[in-house]
């Protein structure tokens, strides 16, 4: 199983990103997937994240009305739209897959649970 991210980058307050994270070497139906930052000195925490199969959406609260999951079941890609960013947003973003039959709620809450991850896309939104 491996999982490649990309994008993130700069961008100025109110501005928006786009992170892909694909996966191979799986079924995606058979696992949950979800996007994890870490800022500097701050826990890992999780985001935006997908039940198993993408049945279920689960969105951190600081994040709900400006992030948006999309995911391709077929290519098994998950994407994070990141909208109205904010300088708090600041992080190291990585996605992260585990298989097993979970909650999008579960996989936010236990990031030390996952089984995969990615490499991880440094955002940084700033003037």
């Known amino acids: 199983v491996q999982l490649v991210q990309s994008g993130g980058g700069l961008v100025q307050p109110g501005g928006s990103l786009r992170l892909s994270c694909v996966g191979s070497?799986?079924?995606?139906?058979?696992?949950?997937m979800g996007w994890f930052r870490q800022a500097p000195g701050k826990a890992r925490e999780g985001i935006a994240c997908?039940?198993?199969?993408?049945?279920?959406?689960d969105y951190r609260d600081s994040v709900k009305g400006r992030f948006t999951l999309d995911y391709d079941r077929y290519t098994s890609t998950v994407e994070l739209q990141m909208d109205n960013l904010e300088p708090e947003d600041t992080a190291t973003y990585s996605c992260?897959?585990?298989?097993?039959?979970?909650?999008?709620?579960?996989?936010?809450?236990?990031?030390?649970?996952?089984?995969?991850w990615g490499e991880g896309s440094p955002v940084t939104v700033g003037s």
């Open positions: 992260a897959a585990i298989k097993a039959i979970v909650s999008s709620w579960f996989i936010c809450r236990n990031a030390s649970a996952m089984h995969f």
């Open positions: 070497g799986f079924n995606f139906d058979d696992y949950a």
């Open positions: 997908l039940g198993t199969g993408g049945t279920t959406a």
